[in-house]
């Protein structure tokens, strides 16, 4: 059996993704809708959406390569192996990491429930499956220094237009500790003054939405920026958009563009920090911690859900740990 093309309206809401229904799950049209309409009830986030369909057709497509072709033939045992195979290292397995078979076997349950629900199935096969043990006391996120987040920015030609855009968009992302993908959905109106400061809005995971004032430089950087693009009397308009079009309209930066500009003013600086769009905001929060910043106040900066998440950040234990292996006199 094959992956089918299906032409009701839903899946255009999938963002960008491929409108194909894996075959294991066309038992009925019923299930096909209900399949796509997991992606949409659940998962306003774009990223989250994509990663979650990723995972549903590769199980499908494994089950398909093991003979099982329905929904129904697919039991505990199953997900189990299909869960063990993942992380097996090739070429038995796919050697993946251990966070990333925990996402996919996430994504199955939450998936399996739906169609539960639905009563496409009576039972959840990926509900008693256990996914691989997996405990983080640090992130693993690489962040810069601070010379090096200092000579990051200061590499950058900001007699161009692009050089000026490239700087605001690093230094909301650093200043701000925000994300990537909240920082490139800024509209022009979401930088703007009070109380005599600028200030950024930030719309982020979850549909939360998360403002943040802009230290002076910030300031500087997107007052250069906003001036230089004339984007000022656009309200509704991207922020952060692409520059040097002769003809059409400017599009939003991706999140592939980002990590481009990162990684060329990066090589240009000589950092051999392996770095990307999230390094940034790790790389601010880091810094905060470093210079004592508090914890309680670390976490409402950078809209965690929690301080656990946001002590992943901190790295002066690595200071500390360098210093004690550096009394070994050999």
Not at 2 to 31: C, D, N, V
Not at 34 to 52: E, I, L, S, V
Not at 98 to 126: E, I
Not at 272 to 279: E, P, W
Request: hydrophobic residues 35%; positive net charge; proline residues 5%.
């Amino acid at each position: 059996m094959t992956s089918e093309i299906i032409t009701f309206k839903e899946p255009r809401a999938l963002a960008g993704l491929a409108a194909k229904l894996p075959a294991l799950f066309l038992p009925s049209k019923q299930a096909a809708e209900r399949f796509f309409g997991f992606f949409m009830a659940n998962h306003q986030n774009k990223n989250t959406r994509r990663a979650y369909y990723k995972a549903a057709c590769r199980f499908a497509d494994w089950c398909e390569g093991r003979g099982l072709e329905s929904l129904a033939d697919v039991k505990p045992p199953h997900v189990a192996a299909y869960i063990e195979w993942m992380g097996k290292a090739e070429p038995d397995g796919q050697g993946l990491s251990k966070p990333t078979v925990k996402q996919h076997l996430a994504a199955l349950r939450m998936l399996f429930d739906w169609l539960v629900v639905g009563h496409v199935l009576d039972t959840n096969p990926a509900h008693a499956v256990r996914g691989p043990k997996y405990s983080q006391k640090k992130g693993r996120t690489p962040v810069l220094d601070r010379e090096e987040a200092r000579a990051l920015l200061a590499v950058i030609d900001t007699s161009s237009l692009k050089g000026l855009r490239d700087r605001a968009l690093i230094g909301i992302m650093i200043y701000t500790f925000a994300r990537v993908g909240a920082v490139l959905q800024m509209k022009v109106e979401d930088y703007f003054s009070q109380g005599r400061r600028g200030w950024v809005r930030l719309h982020e995971k979850g549909g939360k939405e998360h403002e943040a004032p802009c230290v002076p430089k910030l300031e500087t950087y997107l007052d250069e920026y906003i001036a230089a693009a004339g984007i000022g009397n656009d309200p509704d308009g991207p922020l952060f958009r692409t520059t040097g079009r002769s003809t059409g309209t400017p599009h939003r930066l991706t999140q592939q563009d980002a990590y481009r500009l990162i990684q060329r003013h990066a090589k240009r600086a000589g950092i051999k920090t392996r770095i990307g769009n999230h390094s940034m905001r790790a790389t601010g929060i880091t810094d905060y911690l470093k210079s004592d910043g508090s914890l309680s106040e670390a976490r409402k900066m950078a809209n965690h859900a929690d301080t656990r998440t946001t002590q992943l950040y901190d790295r002066r234990g690595d200071a500390a740990s360098l210093d004690e292996y550096g009394k070994v006199g050999i």
